[in-house]
């Protein structure tokens, strides 16, 4: 996120305009909680994980009211756009801001989900699944050179992208994900045949979301059906949400930041600027929510062909 608000800051300022940040998100707009800035202030920090402007919940915001004190703060300070960086629940607050009271908003995808519709890839994924894949990698040494069975959950509480490429970029022998719906029954014939082929250690990914239960669940179904092997659970948890972000997201949400500014001046309003096939697209924000984003079939098939 440190990477599209300096983007946005430097785009604004080299384009005639005045920026305004806010912290703590859709909370800090309401209680005023922002600050005009200059180029300087956004220097040295595009390589910094996290975002230094934070995030916060925002209960108050959900309401009519909420929102009213917010475009009151905007409009008090002469701001007339509003760039919002986020997913589904901060799009859908942008989307009723810019509706009840003709705040001109745009969205800029950030979930490390990947499971926004309108864009290819949303910032912080490609930093989630390098982080998930180096834990992977340390764990499968462990596996092999112990002779375990190793259950390693990752995010994705609705999508299984994170699960799926980490899957297959660290040579998973089983991936599950909430977009399949795998019963127990046949996780045990699946395992049972990758080990007998192997005859080694084993690696299954699974998203937090996957229908049996998560990887604590499944291991303690799968106990006695695999008790000759030492099982193990790992959840890596928010250790994926952190880290330095990858070159790829730096560019990524670059371009994002720096396109969200041009689209306001171009006259847009209520869109998500997303990346289709390496080109810029806008989606209107009230696409972008409550949707479902279909992970790539031909992904899935080539997991279980190299399993």
């Known amino acids: 996120m440190n990477a599209a608000v300096r983007a946005v800051v430097r785009t604004a300022i080299s384009s005639g305009l005045e920026v305004f940040a806010v912290r703590q998100g859709y909370k800090g707009l309401i209680e005023g909680n922002l ?42 300070n002469e701001i007339d756009a ?33 499971d926004l519709v309108g864009t290819d890839e949303t910032i912080g994924y490609d930093t989630a699944l390098n982080t998930a894949m180096e834990a992977i990698d340390k764990i499968r040494d462990t596996a092999d050179a112990h002779d375990r069975l190793f259950l390693v959950e990752v995010m994705g509480r609705d999508a299984g992208f994170i699960a799926l490429e980490t899957g297959i970029a660290s040579g998973a022998e089983l991936i599950l994900l909430p977009e399949q719906l795998t019963h127990l029954d046949e996780i045990k014939v699946s395992l049972k045949k990758v080990l007998a ?29 695999f008790s000759e092997y030492d099982m193990r659970v790992c959840i890596l948890g928010h250790i994926q ?17 720096s396109s969200a500014v041009t689209t306001l001046i171009e006259g847009h309003s209520e869109v998500m600027v997303g990346l289709v096939n390496n080109r810029i697209k806008l989606t209107p924000l009230k696409m972008t929510f409550g949707k479902k984003k279909e992970i790539n079939y031909d992904l899935l098939e080539l997991a279980i062909m190299l399993r």
């Open 241 to 257: 949400r952190g880290g330095n972000p990858t070159a790829r997201d730096r560019v990524l949400a670059s371009r994002l930041g």
């Open 82 to 114: 509003l760039i919002t960086i986020g997913g589904d629940g901060t799009f859908m607050g942008a989307t009723l801001l810019g509706k009840e009271h003709g705040i001109n908003v745009i969205g800029v995808p950030a979930t490390i989900d990947n």
């Open 35 to 76: 600050k005009m800035v200059t180029a300087n202030d956004v220097s040295n920090m595009i390589q910094r994980g996290g975002t230094i402007l934070k995030s916060a919940r925002c209960e108050e915001f959900r309401q009519p009211e909420g929102r009213a004190k917010a475009a009151e703060i905007l409009k008090k």
């Open 197 to 225: 082929e192997h005859k080694r250690s084993s690696l299954v990914i699974i998203a937090e979301g996957e229908h049996t239960g998560g990887a604590l669940k499944i291991s303690e179904d799968l106990q006695s059906d």
